[in-house]
């Protein structure tokens, strides 16, 4: 099966300081890919030179196995790729639909197709409909990364790129945003999911990768790593692949 995304030995640099240290992940289509690790170890980087918010070589990211590294986040979110950032970065000040409009109208200027439509996201998350004129300062954690989520979806991605979108949430909250995760998924569209939580990004995803230090020091089937090797692979007891 061939790679929707994949990445080759992909290197990345905060100006002299290097992050990624030659990263290779493939995600194929309507797969579902975790990437865990510890604090600093490079995911957030990863989705950000996955993206084109970082430079990086032309053949380091191919998309369809064409090499599109260092494209523009623009050119990258025409051509199917979304990310729900770090933070989720929403437009405070204004409403959940203002939100949401902002990523309708950039997905209508870029030309980006799909079957993502604004009543299809408040069927997949009911609050945002109910919510749609509250601004998403005063909405919860939860609910401001439904936001998020619902952001990049009106993109309509066939590759969904998370960071982190359980942190600092409720337990019940976290369920209720992996529960949409399949639909999303039914929907065609693989997903690159950064998790601190290695339980849900085990019971989430069909693969991992572990990374520590700007490396992949693990990769294998989700079901099938042990937790002993992921503590390894964290930690840095050596590399392994299972
Ligand atoms: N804007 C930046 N400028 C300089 N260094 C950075 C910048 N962003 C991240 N780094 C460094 O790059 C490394 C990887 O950071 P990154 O944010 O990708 O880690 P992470 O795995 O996402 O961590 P976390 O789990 O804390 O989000 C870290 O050493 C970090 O300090
Ligand atoms: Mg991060």
């Avoid at 490079?42 to 993206?51: Q, W």
């Avoid at 790729?81 to 870029?110: C, H, W, Y």
């Avoid at 065609?188 to 520590?212: F, H, N, P």
Wanted: charged share 20%; net charge neutral.
């Amino acid at each position: 099966m061939s790679a929707v995304l994949s990445t080759h030995g992909l290197i990345a640099r905060y100006g002299d300081f290097q992050a990624l240290y030659g990263v290779d992940v493939e995600l194929h289509a309507g797969e579902a890919v975790a990437l865990i690790g510890a604090n600093g170890a490079g995911k957030s980087t990863f989705l950000r030179a996955v993206m084109g918010l970082l430079p990086v070589g032309r053949d380091m990211v191919r998309l369809d196995g064409e090499p599109v590294g260092g494209t523009s986040a623009d050119r990258m979110v025409k051509r199917g790729v979304a990310i729900v950032p770090e933070g989720r970065r929403l437009f405070t000040g204004m409403s959940v639909d203002d939100n949401l409009k902002v990523a309708i109208d950039q997905a209508a200027r870029l030309g980006a197709k799909g079957g993502w439509s604004l009543e299809r996201l408040h069927r997949l998350f009911p609050i945002l409909k109910e919510k749609a004129k509250t601004p998403v300062q005063s909405l919860s954690g939860g609910q401001q990364q439904m936001v998020a989520i619902g952001r990049a979806l009106l993109c309509q991605p066939r590759v969904l790129l998370c960071d982190e979108i359980s942190l600092g949430l409720a337990p019940k909250v976290i369920r209720e945003i992996y529960a949409a995760l399949p639909e999303i998924r039914g929907a065609g569209t693989a997903m690159i999911l950064v998790e601190q939580d290695v339980g849900l990004a085990k019971e989430a995803t069909d693969r991992l990768y572990c990374m520590l230090e700007g490396r992949v020091t693990l990769s294998g089937r989700s079901a099938e790593v042990t937790r002993e090797a992921i503590g390894e692979a964290y930690f840095g007891a050596g590399h392994a692949v299972v």
